[in-house]
């Protein structure tokens, strides 16, 4: 278990974990923050996913199942005092623990070899706390990979790592490519490109209808609040848009991305179920 109990904010260990809160910081490092118990089980499940642990004597008292499992795959275990990680922790009511974990992205090419038949895209999503959102509901739904283009959140923010809950560590992370070279390899892999915009031609009911949702797909989510661009609307082989049957002005991201995900899933499932041939483009 832990040992000496870290007090100081000038100690080395606990200097260097705190600068990783700057996006910056973690880009240099090649390492992030993730905060409570959920979160430090997950990263136990990658080898070497886990570079350090701090925790409180309390969350040690609580969780001793995770100090033991952290020390046995090497990583040190730093005791430091309830002020310490209030100081290190990026939320109101700190749980007691925080692992420092190395990155966990992949190229794109590694997340494309394995075919993959549900792939998620964030294009412009700037809001962590959605980012966070749509990772752990394509986790939900079996995509396969999740892609963050180069001008969305960076998913080390400690407020994305929080809202997947434990989903960034389960399936291929891509961080960083541009949508026109991203939007040809997931072509170039097998599937569809559907954008989801409340702009689109079709709606999700007539590409349910049509036999377009039983194909491999890349679905693409944009900023919530101005959509996807121009730009990217005309890489797309379609572009989708969710039925509103109420008064709604929209949905909220996340749950579009919810609504057309567990669409795809449950389309080619279904085609899957039934051995059936998928409709030709």
Avoid at 33 to 44: D, K, T
Avoid at 53 to 81: D, I, M, N, Y
Avoid at 106 to 115: F, I, R, S, T
Wanted: glycine share 8%; proline share 6%.
């Amino acid at each position: 278990m832990a040992g000496r109990e870290l007090t100081s904010l000038r100690s080395p260990r606990v200097k260097a974990a705190r600068r990783l809160a700057k996006r910056a910081f973690r880009r240099r490092e090649s390492r992030f923050l993730a905060e409570g118990p959920q979160a430090v089980r997950e990263a136990l499940r990658i080898p070497g996913g886990l570079a350090e642990l701090f925790t409180t004597a309390e969350a040690e008292a609580r969780h001793p199942e995770l100090v033991l499992a952290a020390e046995r795959a090497g990583a040190p275990v730093l005791r430091v005092s309830g002020e310490i990680m209030a100081e290190l922790a990026q939320t109101v009511t700190p749980q007691g623990l925080l692992a420092v974990c190395e990155f966990v992205d992949v190229p794109l090419e590694e997340a494309l070899k394995a075919g993959p038949r549900l792939v998620t895209v964030l294009a412009h999503v700037r809001d962590p706390g959605n980012a966070g959102t749509v990772l752990r509901t394509a986790d939900a739904a079996g995509s396969e990979a999740v892609v963050f283009t180069d001008a969305s959140v960076d998913p080390y923010n400690g407020k994305c790592v929080r809202a997947s809950a434990g989903s960034l560590f389960h399936l291929p992370v891509v961080v960083g490519p541009r949508f026109g070279e991203l939007a040809a390899e997931l072509k170039g892999a097998g599937l569809t490109v559907l954008a989801a915009d409340g702009a689109g031609d079709r709606t999700l009911d007539e590409a349910i209808d049509q036999g377009l949702l039983a194909r491999p797909a890349a679905w693409v989510f944009g900023n919530e609040a101005w959509g996807l661009p121009e730009e990217i609307l005309a890489h797309a082989d379609e572009v989708v848009r969710v039925p509103i049957y109420g008064r709604a002005e929209s949905l909220n991201l996340a749950t579009a991305a919810a609504v057309c995900l567990y669409a795809s899933a449950r389309a080619q499932r279904g085609a899957a179920a039934a051995g059936e041939a998928v409709p030709p483009e």
